[in-house]
């Protein structure tokens, strides 16, 4: 892991806690002022900054690569109902108006960065335990890797209102957005079952029938294999379906990461009673991580369906400042709270080198990496 990345993290969070000390006068979901809008946004141009500056990290090269290559083999205009078409045809776009390889990367992390920051500021409890979780949970790292997937993520945040809104009819304007983000990656469809899943009491049956389900599928994988890969025939990932779960070209999400991303469902487990009178969007925050949580128990069998996880990370990150703001900080959880934050602290460094930040490079700076935690590595 590189200085340079440690600095993103120190600035964003610093400049964060000082947009919550500046309040604006508008109030969020719990009740408590927003951080100030202008304030906020200096976290965000700093992890916009770094994020659309790489020129490696995660697929980064892979889409820059065809991006060139499909601008040597002659610029086709794409036709909807091609696979991604939207992000096909942000792509032409870009092309037909002469931009290089890496206005794409720009474009993507202004279409990732900008609507979850937003995200944060107007649904977390504390928008600066908001960005610290955003980097200590790997968040933000994973957002240089599966590019059109967050892409798709992003615009699903929008809709976030939709997802906490009582009107039922609200699930026709998520609906249309669920609909919209397909055409960037067809795994935004998992958002429909999500909605209604999120949507039921917490702890309720359908809570148990999720973890349930995820322990009998990592149970009798192989069985359930034919129905998943035929299910993966025509979408983005298809490619994994021809032989990959099969031939044992990939493994499974390591258990340690299973555990940290099941933590947010055991805290909201452990502390149900002190949340869940707070408000009815508890309940949704909470069931979110119960399905995260199932996501990744199934990811210890292959570590791609923890892809999915993505658009569920972000909500999970809402809970836990939640966790963090009414129940961690009190003074007879203090010991709690630090083993918490320690723990959260060390997934961040062991993330930054599983997804080979320490090998980050931008063609705008020279990162600087002298300073590695190699005892780590």
Request: charged share 15%.
């Amino acid at each position: 892991m590189t200085t340079d990345l440690l600095t993103v993290f120190l600035l964003s969070y610093i400049t964060a806690v000082f947009s919550q000390r500046v309040p604006s006068t508008g109030r969020n979901i719990w009740g408590k002022q927003k951080a100030n809008l202008l304030v906020a946004m200096v976290p965000m141009l700093i992890m916009l900054g770094f994020s659309a500056a790489r020129k490696n990290i995660g697929d980064t090269f892979y889409y820059t690569f065809a991006y060139d290559l499909r601008v040597e083999e002659g610029i086709i205009r794409p036709e909807f109902g091609e696979k991604a078409f939207l992000f096909r045809y942000l792509q032409f776009l870009l092309q037909k108006a002469g931009f290089e390889s890496h206005a794409l990367i720009t474009m993507c992390s202004l279409m990732i960065i900008v609507p979850l920051v937003l995200f944060l500021r107007e649904y977390a409890f504390s928008f600066d335990t908001a960005i610290f979780l955003c980097f200590a949970t790997g968040l933000y790292i994973a957002t240089m890797n599966g590019i059109r997937q967050y892409a798709a993520t992003g615009l699903l945040l929008l809709g976030a209102r939709y997802i906490f809104s009582r009107k039922k009819s609200d699930f026709f304007k998520f609906l249309i957005l669920v609909l919209i983000a397909y055409l960037i990656h067809s795994s935004a469809l998992i958002m429909i079952p999500i909605y209604f899943f999120c949507r039921q009491r917490a702890w309720s049956l359908s809570t148990f029938v999720i973890l349930g389900g995820s322990l009998l599928t990592l149970f009798f994988v192989s069985a359930f294999l034919p129905s998943f890969t035929n299910m993966l025939q025509g979408g983005d990932y298809e490619v994994y379906s021809q032989g990959w779960f099969t031939a044992g070209h990939e493994t499974g999400t390591n258990i340690f990461r299973v555990l940290f991303n099941a933590l947010p469902m055991l805290l909201a487990a452990y502390f149900s009673r002190e949340i869940r009178p707070i408000s009815p969007v508890c309940d949704v925050l909470i069931n979110i991580a119960t399905f995260h949580a199932g996501i990744y128990l199934i990811a210890s069998y292959n570590w791609i369906f923890a892809r999915f996880a993505f658009y569920t990370m972000p909500y999970v990150i809402l809970l836990l400042t939640l966790i963090f703001g009414v129940c961690l900080k009190q003074q007879h959880n203090r010991a709690l709270y630090l083993l918490v934050v320690g723990a959260y602290l060390f997934f961040f460094i062991k993330e930054a080198y599983s997804t080979d930040m320490y090998l980050y490079s931008s063609d705008y700076f020279t990162p600087n990496r002298n300073f590695w935690f190699r005892f780590l590595a």
